[in-house]
């Protein structure tokens, strides 16, 4: 079991306890559970055999022993007794942005809606419309949220389907005959989401490897299977396709199931021009001899073209770029040299201490942290009169520290339905470091949202717009705005645009990092930990930003702590419009 079917089953347990009027409290500890367990960097298995379940945030003795049973059995007695209560198929509907356990419940017991189609159906003639707080507009918003999510089915976030195909490719490398072993394809190129999975071996003997495929605990029905390929269907729901090759093809097959089907294309055609034939077993002249194949800089050499990221290889303009030398030298990892969003305990929905963060910190190489907890607006979040106060105690740690990280006394302050932020402006000037954020109201209309962030920015005291679209990733789309108004303000204001590196968001989605690269806006890439192990995902904004061909010069947390507290310095700006002009929200 990994921890997203661990994960599935604890937010199952806690959609089934809304549904059948649990106790509120119980269906919160399962949901932050659930929570944690989907995002832990590490299986959750491995601090099940170390005994160590009790030392993760939100797991205490109880939902141990049932993660102890998932793990052992792959289900719990408590799930089966509460699936027997509910028809399965009403936890899809559950799945819809915006529908709630209460309006389920009622349509269920009232209307007798058993699953999706059947609430679609009760929307459409008109019944849902009867219910309470359920008027004409309310209905159509709900079609809406049906249509998007049906568009969205067949597809997972990037990093569950990474973490089951690099389980599957690992076992595979222990295969005898294996010289290579790699994930491809929409994985390999880091998009937010995957329809399907693409592996690739090199191996002297094929057969052994598609045996050992067809027997990995992952899959669960195979469809299709040859001499050198196999597909299956995974227990997570995704198609996985796997090829098997000789090495000396290794180079041309991965350059072949990594590239979008317009990079490939692209290639091929300059292939053909010179008189080449490309396919996935390598590169030949006209009279069949090989000119290459065994490692992908051999076919980009062959083609006249340097190596091509695979992140860049979408068919959107990369081998132009790299015809006349103009690729960019994109961001890496290694690169930020500090995390500019990161929650301690005093957030509600955290769970790690200073000292915790700061130790976790420290491992990964981090020379700076800003400490950003939440605003008055979201549950338990931080007033003026004591975030003053946490801004002091943590002014006070950062001086009594001799070692990285240095912390940054910040906020993730909320940005109101009508542009106003949450915090008087003398509190937050005070800050080193403010990041604001939509977390509420997000079905405004475009037009009102767009009104609504530029206020927000035009404050004079907002360092970052965080996680700028409010998408998550497979269960609510991003909400509408003029994107291309709020970069100009946001150069105009010099406030930074974030890449959040939170799994389940990765926002700013790759076309915005492009553009706002394009527009002279930088961008922060930060892990919005809420736990210490949450500030190793920073490879996900990475990824994000790369495949939006973001350079480390575009990027603010690529400066030292000394340049960043120059930077920091400019001083506040005057909030000339947030508080003079009277934009109308």
């Known amino acids: 079991m990994e921890n997203t079917d661990v994960a599935q089953i604890l937010a199952e347990v806690a959609d089934l306890l809304e549904l059948t009027g649990g106790n509120p409290f119980k269906v919160r500890a399962y949901r932050q559970a659930a929570q944690m367990v989907e995002l832990l960097p590490g299986p959750v298995s491995e601090a099940w055999r170390k005994g160590k379940l009790t030392e993760l945030p939100s797991i205490g003795e109880h939902i141990a022993g049932h993660i102890e049973e998932i793990l052992s059995t792959g289900h719990f007695r408590e799930h089966d007794k509460l699936m027997g209560k509910v ?41 849902l419309e009867g219910l309470p707080r359920l008027g004409p507009k309310r209905v159509v918003a709900i079609l809406e949220a049906i249509e998007r999510h049906r568009a969205r089915k067949g597809r997972v976030p990037l990093f569950r389907a990474l973490r089951t195909a690099e389980s599957i490719i690992k076992q595979l490398r222990r295969v005898q005959g294996v010289r290579a072993a790699e994930v491809a394809g929409s994985i390999r190129r880091r998009r937010e989401t995957v329809g399907d999975i693409d592996l690739l071996v090199s191996a002297t003997h094929a057969e052994p490897v598609v045996r050992a495929f067809r027997r990995v605990s992952e899959v669960l029905e195979v469809t299709a299977s040859g001499p050198t390929k196999c597909t299956a269907r995974l227990r997570m729901g995704l198609q996985t396709d796997l090829r098997v090759v000789p090495p000396e093809s290794f180079g041309a097959a991965m350059h072949y199931f990594t590239g979008s089907k317009a990079h490939n294309i692209e290639v091929r055609t300059r292939a053909v021009h010179r008189g080449f034939k490309l396919s996935e077993y390598g590169i030949f002249d006209r009279k069949g001899k090989r000119l290459g194949g065994a490692t992908e800089e051999e076919i980009f050499k062959a083609v006249a073209l340097p190596w091509i990221p695979p992140e860049l290889r979408e068919g959107t303009g990369e081998v132009e770029a790299a015809e006349k030398g103009r690729l960019p030298h994109l961001v890496e990892e290694g690169d930020l040299k500090g995390d500019l969003h990161v929650h301690s305990d005093a957030s509600s929905d955290a769970h790690s201490d200073f000292e915790e963060l700061c130790a976790e910190a420290a491992r990964l190489g981090r020379e700076y942290l800003a400490i950003t907890d939440h605003s008055q607006s979201r549950p338990l979040g931080l007033g003026d009169a004591a975030l003053h106060k946490h801004a002091a105690h943590i002014r006070l740690l950062d001086s009594r520290r001799r070692t990285r990280p240095h912390l940054l006394a910040g906020v993730e302050v909320d940005i109101l339905p009508d542009g106003t932020l949450d915090l008087s402006l003398e509190t937050l000037r005070e800050l080193d470091w403010v990041v604001a954020s939509v977390h509420a109201h997000f079905s405004d209309p475009p037009e009102k949202m767009t009104r609504r962030i530029i206020r927000a920015l035009r404050s004079g005291v907002v360092d970052v717009l965080g996680h700028p679209t409010g998408r998550q990733l497979g269960v609510r789309d991003a909400y509408a705005f003029d994107l291309e108004a709020v970069l100009e303000v946001a150069r105009e204001e010099g406030v930074a645009l974030e890449v959040n590196a939170m799994p389940d968001r990765m926002d700013l989605p790759d076309k915005s990092c492009r553009l706002a690269k394009e527009a002279g806006v930088r961008l922060v890439i930060s892990s919005d930990a809420h736990h210490a192990s949450h500030l190793g995902n920073l490879r996900y904004g990475v990824w994000m ?32 419009t947030y508080e003079h002009e009277g934009i109308s929200p």
């Open 545 to 576: 930003a790369r495949r939006g061909w973001i350079e480390p010069g575009d990027v603010l947390n690529t400066l030292a702590l000394s340049e960043l507290r120059r930077y920091l310095q400019r001083g506040r700006r005057a909030a000339s």
């Open 87 to 127: 028809p399965p198929g009403l936890l899809e509907v559950l799945m819809v942005e915006g529908v709630g356990p209460r309006t389920v419940a009622t349509a269920w017991k009232q209307l007798g809606v058993k699953d999706l189609d059947g609430f679609e159906r009760v929307c459409r003639d008109g019944a």
